[in-house]
């Protein structure tokens, strides 16, 4: 003889059911937030970044704050960071770090200034520069492997050296630029109605994706900061990738040096001052993961640009120097701690 379930446990199970069959989106909602909160996504960063310009857009209704001339100005102006930012793509990718990028403008452009003022050919001028940058970069790369000390610790110390080199160089002086073919090149010259900068950015940004993406090399880098040893055992030359990201790295930041020299006229030791954060900041909103593995090119050149609106909003608000510097400031930790985030989905959700 069969016992009739308890109605206590009848009620309870029928209770249950109900509930998880009236909760179909919860799944959903955990995807998005995992979206939106998880350290390896920018989706979070982007939309922080949105709003600000959207509220800059409302404050500045009736500025060139949202005109095509404007947006155009703000490309040219952040060309360079472009530039240094789809290097570090590669670098950060790759597990490592470079904060000498921004370092290598005020040497190259200072060096081509000055040589260009000597009556070198601007080929053999332009030579020198991209050197510096092959050099520093293979310096920042052999230490880093051969002695195994972390990129951060090397780069942070080669700063100091560029640093004194461009002051040394330049003499603390600006050094105009009187050669009109180099200032048409990496400045201030157009090609129809497109100015030189834009195509400048346009190579990087479409080079730089396609390596990434559809050679043995990206495919190379992102293996080796995703699990370095794991890259290692399926053949992957772990210590060739790192020099040659790091080298990467400072020939962009001396391709930088030329196009600021370009686009200003003259090379100064200060030139690109302050670029290494606006460079992480574009690096990180586009979301490429600060611990290695994951990259996204046309993501950095995207945060560059919201970067540079968020900026240009903060001039045209009439902020003063150090207000725009402090708020700047903010906007980049606050990119910076958010994309560092590790919270699992679930748990934030709860």
Do not use: C
Not at 7 to 34: K, V, Y
């Amino acid at each position: 003889m069969h016992e009739n379930p308890e109605p206590s446990s009848l009620a309870g199970h029928s209770s249950r059911e109900p509930r998880a069959a009236e909760r179909p989106w919860r799944p959903r909602t955990q995807r998005l937030g995992a979206a939106f909160f998880s350290g390896e996504s920018s989706l979070l960063l982007i939309l922080v970044m949105l709003v600000l310009i959207a509220i800059f857009w409302v404050l500045l209704r009736d500025t060139a704050f949202m005109s095509v001339g404007n947006f155009m100005n703000i490309v040219k102006a952040k060309t360079p960071v472009i530039v240094m930012a789809v290097a570090s793509v590669f670098v950060i990718s790759a597990g490592e770090i470079d904060l000498s990028v921004a370092s290598v403008p005020p040497v190259a452009g200072t060096l081509v200034a000055t040589l260009l003022a000597n009556g070198y050919n601007i080929w053999l001028a332009v030579g020198a520069a991209l050197a510096v940058g092959l050099v520093v970069g293979l310096i920042n790369g052999a230490i880093t492997v051969q002695l195994g000390i972390p990129s951060f610790i090397v780069t942070l110390g080669m700063i100091g050296v560029l640093e004194g080199a461009a002051r040394l160089i330049s003499g603390e002086q600006a050094v105009p630029i009187l050669n009109g073919a180099y200032t048409s090149i990496f400045g201030q010259g157009s090609l129809g109605e497109i100015p030189v900068l834009l195509v400048w950015a346009i190579a990087a940004g479409a080079s730089g994706t396609l390596v990434l993406r559809r050679t043995p090399f990206g495919k190379a880098v992102l293996a080796t900061g995703g699990n370095e040893v794991a890259a290692r055992y399926s053949g992957i030359s772990t210590r060739r990738i790192k020099v040659t990201v790091l080298i990467l790295s400072d020939l962009a930041g001396a391709v930088a040096g030329l196009l600021y020299a370009g686009q200003f006229g003259s090379g100064r030791y200060d030139l690109g001052g302050g670029d290494l954060l606006t460079v992480l900041a574009a690096v990180v909103i586009g979301g490429t993961s600060l611990s290695g593995g994951r990259g996204s090119v046309e993501g950095a050149i995207a945060g560059a640009l919201l970067v540079g609106l968020v900026n240009n909003g903060v001039i045209l608000l009439g902020f003063s120097t150090p207000e725009q510097q402090i708020f700047s400031g903010f906007i980049i930790v606050l990119a910076v701690a958010l994309s560092g985030r590790r919270l699992s989905p679930l748990r934030r959700l709860r």
